[in-house]
Structures are given as structure tokens and as C-alpha cells.
């Protein structure tokens, strides 16, 4: 999420460049299915992941195709639905395996769709597209599935919220040193906002959903904000270098999936590693 001056536009948007209000709404209707779906039926927060991370790839497919580079949708699609699958009923040898036998899926699909021209650039394009973010968001059913995997889930996609949270008030509000020309919105101080609230989040869900202690918040929190940020910048990379301003325009207010998605499944597999060897 990228920090900008404050105010408001005359189209009713904020000086940030974004349609405050919509963003807000639309925000606030995710949090609630996320927060319903994980503490009623797993299987069906599943489903909403498994619907998100499959429309992010197909705008990562159809931004890859401004550039004339060709990924294959259908096979791209169904691995995402099969590795979030094989997670979440098989585990992590499950994930690991379908997504390789994907690769080759994805390399043969493109072998015959499209003759030898470009093949390496395409078929480059395609395994990263299983990588990020479908291999990535596997690691979310491989949390979901365990038995206190619903407060997992919610203490990672928490922490990630209130960075960008953090990050955006701070940046609106106190934002003056850049912070890189990746993406020239983005401040330290925005930053800082992002540091502060990833903490206070974590170390309040960490003790009150897990039982453990606040130094173990705190640490998941100085992770998830310096990784967020990452993912916002590499995110930022794509979409300089293929020459658009989003991947996508699904979301009122915020844009593509993908550009939400970015910081998630940057902090996701850390904060899987994390919570796996303290509970």
C-alpha cells in the first residue's frame, strides 16, 4: 500500500489517490467473510482463499499479456485450486508435489500453445506464477489445517492489515522522508506506522489467541512490517516494469486482488515458520 499526502481530491477521493470511502467498505466486507468463514467452516474460508489467490492469477496472466508474455490460464487456475487442496488435506509434501508436477503442466501447456518464439520468457513468466503467488498462498491452508489454525490465520492476516493501516495514517499524516524510488509514495515514516501497529496487534493477538508472551507478538510484528514493505516494493516492481499503474480493478478503493495479496503472501510463510516452532 503506498503512503501519499493527505486530503481529499474533488472527485471525493483522498489526496492519497485512492476512493477512501470505497476502500474503507470494501475492506471492511473482506474482514468480515474472513473473520465468519474461519471461526464457523474452515472449508469455506478455504474457498475464499482459494477464489482470491485464483483471481489474482488471472490478473497477474492478464498483466503478463500487456508485455506479450504468455502464461497459460487454464493450467495456472488449476494449480491454484490443487495446490491449496493438497495442502490443506495432505500437507506440506502435497503442496510441494503438486506444484512441481505443475511446472511440468505449465511446460508442456506452453509447448503446444504458441510455437518455440519466446518460449523461455514465457514459460520463466509461468513458474513464477505458480510461485507467486499460488505455491506462497499454500501455506495459508497448510496453517488453516491445523486445530488452532483459525487463530493462526487470523494473527497473520491481522498483523499484514495493520501495516497497511499503520503505514497508510502515518504516511498520510507524518509522511516526509522518502523511502525508495521503487515506489516514491512510500516514507520512513510511514514505515514506522507500519512497525508500531504490526506490534500492537501482534503481541496483543499472540497473548490473547495463543498464550504466549508479548516479546513473541512483538517479534512476528518487526517481521510482518519489514516484509509487507518488501512485498508492497516488489509488487511495485511488476508493475513498473510491465508499465501499469494496477494489476486489477476488482476492488473498489483498492484496486487488483493482487494488490492486496502482495504483503500477505510476502509475510505468510515467516509467520507460518514462527508460529509452528513457539506453539
Known amino acids: 500500500m503506498e503512503e501519499r499526502t493527505a486530503g481529499t481530491s474533488p472527485s471525493g477521493g483522498s489526496r492519497t489517490g485512492r476512493n477512501l470511502p470505497a476502500a474503507i467498505v470494501s475492506g471492511v466486507a473482506l474482514g468480515g467473510a ?20 485464483g483471481i489474482g492469477v488471472v490478473e497477474l496472466v492478464k498483466a503478463f499479456g500487456t508485455r506479450a508474455i504468455a502464461v497459460p490460464l487454464v493450467p495456472a487456475v488449476a494449480a491454484t485450486v490443487a495446490m491449496q487442496a493438497g495442502a490443506y488435506w495432505g500437507g506440506d509434501g502435497w503442496l510441494l508435489g503438486v506444484f512441481a508436477v505443475f511446472v511440468f503442466v ?15 520468457r514465457d514459460a520463466t513468466a509461468s513458474v513464477f506464477t505458480l510461485v507467486y503467488p499460488s505455491l506462497l498462498a499454500g501455506f495459508v491452508a497448510l496453517m488453516l489445517a491445523q486445530d488452532d489454525g483459525a487463530d493462526r490465520v487470523l494473527i497473520f492476516v491481522a498483523v499484514t492489515v495493520a501495516s497497511d493501516i499503520g503505514g497508510y495514517f502515518a504516511g498520510v499524516l507524518f509522511g516526509r522522508h522518502k523511502m525508495s524510488s521503487i515506489s516514491p509514495k512510500k516514507t520512513w515514516e510511514g ?17 490473547w489467541r495463543m498464550d504466549g508472551e508479548i516479546w513473541q507478538g512483538a517479534v512476528i ?3 510482518t512490517a519489514a516484509l509487507a514493505t518488501i512485498g508492497d516494493l516488489v509488487e511495485s516492481m511488476i508493475k513498473r516494469d510491465l ?23 510476502a509475510t505468510l510463510v515467516p509467520v507460518w515458520v514462527l508460529l509452528g516452532l513457539w506453539f
Open 243 to 265: 508499465g501499469i499503474k494496477d494489476l486489477g480493478s476488482i476492488m473498489p478503493g483498492h484496486g487488483g486482488i493482487m494488490d492486496r495479496l502482495d504483503s500477505l503472501v
Open 191 to 207: 514505515f514506522a506506522g507500519s512497525v508500531l501497529a504490526c506490534v500492537a496487534v501482534g503481541a496483543w493477538l499472540v497473548v
Open 34 to 53: 474472513v473473520i465468519v468463514s474461519l471461526y464457523t467452516i474452515k472449508e469455506i474460508f478455504l474457498l475464499v482463499v482459494v477464489a482470491a489467490v
Open 221 to 223: 510484528g518487526v517481521l
Open 106 to 120: 505449465m511446460l508442456i501447456w506452453r509447448m503446444f500453445d504458441g510455437g518455440t518464439d519466446g518460449y523461455v
